[in-house]
């Protein structure tokens, strides 16, 4: 059989919002020394898709110039490994990261170059391409954020924007280490933020007064997710910046968790517990790779429960 010499990708010919993401036509990729080529089943989209695209100056710091890809999460089958590549097969189910990259028909990464988001790892029996595709960038950061606050069972962590991609795995592995969690989210969140394991509780003004309410004994340790509201609650509430993290904003005194910094096996061990049904990835929509520009807009909305695939 011939193999296909054109593929699908979405591409960005200039920096902006989900109104110019277009699906081109481009050259297939080809592995070359040490890298695998992916045939892609499904892309997970992450707000850093569309941050780091909106406008130069920020593409710039993430290395992005024109024409740029777009995505970073995906899974799907290795079908073709360049010379020097040992542990993966043609075949192989794989999941990981792809900068900017990801919604195509088909990536190229190194598997054993250790940069995160330029990435395969194996996908566990058990775990859809689907999920698979959600779990790198949203997992790799939860995981790098409980790691700076270190949860344990004598915990009552607060946990802030705790319905969002990064917060599905956050929550759920502080309840796995044994914390209690209150979970910030709007009212609509509820019921979400209850079956995942926290306690739900109103973001806005007035929330360090209601987290009191929920947990008299107090409030051992916070991870903002969203801003900084979280941090100014948490701080009220009497928890040492030593055991306050953000991801998304720079406060003085608090450490900033990046997924880069996750540490090494965080993203297998993740994977391993969504095998073992311990840890479950709510799907908040699925969209044909044709509606990427629908997807986006829903992602970059940021009331999306849980995450949002593409489908290749």
């Given at each position: 059989?011939?193999?296909?010499?054109?593929?699908?990708?979405?591409?960005?010919?200039?920096?902006?919002?989900?109104?110019?993401?277009?699906?081109?036509?481009?050259?297939?990729?080809?592995?070359?020394?040490?890298?695998?080529?992916?045939?892609?089943?499904?892309?997970?989209?992450?707000?850093?898709?569309?941050?780091?695209?909106?406008?130069?100056?920020?593409?710039?710091?993430?290395?992005?110039?024109?024409?740029?890809?777009?995505?970073?999460?995906?899974?799907?089958?290795?079908?073709?490994?360049?010379?020097?590549?040992?542990?993966?097969?043609?075949?192989?189910?794989?999941?990981?990261?792809?900068?900017?990259?990801?919604?195509?028909?088909?990536?190229?990464?190194d598997p054993a170059?250790?940069i995160a988001a330029?990435?395969?790892?194996?996908?566990?029996?058990?775990?859809?391409?689907?999920?698979?595709?959600?779990?790198?960038?949203?997992?790799?950061?939860?995981?790098?954020?409980?790691?700076?606050?270190?949860?344990?069972?004598?915990?009552?962590?607060?946990?802030?924007?705790?319905?969002?991609?990064?917060?599905?795995?956050?929550?759920?592995?502080?309840?796995?280490?044994?914390?209690?969690?209150?979970?910030?989210?709007?009212?609509?969140?509820?019921?979400?933020?209850?079956?995942?394991?926290?306690?739900?509780?109103?973001?806005?003004?007035?929330?360090?007064?209601?987290?009191?309410?929920?947990?008299?004994?107090?409030?051992?340790?916070?991870?903002?997710?969203?801003?900084?509201?979280?941090?100014?609650?948490?701080?009220?509430?009497?928890?040492?910046?030593?055991?306050?993290?953000?991801?998304?904003?720079?406060?003085?005194?608090?450490?900033?968790?990046?997924?880069?910094?996750?540490?090494?096996?965080?993203?297998?061990?993740?994977?391993?517990?969504?095998?073992?049904?311990?840890?479950?990835?709510?799907?908040?929509?699925?969209?044909?790779?044709?509606?990427?520009?629908?997807?986006?807009?829903?992602?970059?909305?940021?009331?999306?429960?849980?995450?949002?695939?593409?489908?290749?």
């Open positions: 059989m011939q193999e296909q010499s054109r593929s699908r990708a979405v591409r960005l010919d200039s920096f902006g919002g989900p109104e110019v993401l277009e699906i081109q036509e481009i050259p297939v990729p080809q592995a070359g020394q040490g890298q695998v080529r992916i045939r892609v089943t499904a892309a997970g989209l992450n707000p850093m898709d569309w941050i780091m695209t909106a406008d130069a100056d920020t593409a710039a710091r993430f290395g992005l110039s024109l024409p740029a890809g777009f995505g970073t999460d995906y899974a799907g089958v290795i079908d073709q490994v360049g010379a020097g590549v040992t542990g993966f097969a043609p075949g192989d189910r794989v999941f990981g990261g792809a900068l900017s990259r990801s919604v195509a028909d088909f990536v190229v990464v170059g250790g330029n990435e395969a790892h194996h996908t566990p029996d058990g775990v859809d391409d689907r999920t698979a595709a959600t779990l790198t960038i949203a997992g790799r950061t939860a995981a790098a954020a409980l790691a700076v606050v270190g949860p344990g069972p004598d915990d009552t962590v607060l946990i802030g924007g705790a319905a969002g991609g990064v917060g599905v795995f956050a929550v759920q592995l502080a309840r796995l280490a044994g914390a209690r969690v209150i979970g910030t989210g709007s009212a609509t969140s509820a019921d979400f933020l209850r079956d995942l394991g926290a306690e739900p509780v109103a973001y806005g003004d007035g929330l360090a007064d209601r987290v009191r309410a929920l947990a008299p004994g107090g409030v051992t340790a916070a991870i903002d997710l969203h801003g900084m509201d979280t941090v100014h609650a948490a701080r009220e509430l009497g928890v040492p910046d030593g055991r306050i993290c953000t991801i998304a904003a720079q406060v003085d005194g608090v450490s900033s968790a990046n997924g880069a910094n996750a540490a090494p096996g965080a993203l297998e061990e993740i994977a391993r517990l969504v095998a073992a049904g311990q840890l479950r990835v709510p799907i908040a929509a699925s969209f044909p790779v044709e509606e990427i520009r629908r997807a986006a807009e829903l992602q970059a909305g940021r009331h999306v429960h849980g995450k949002i695939v593409i489908d290749l």
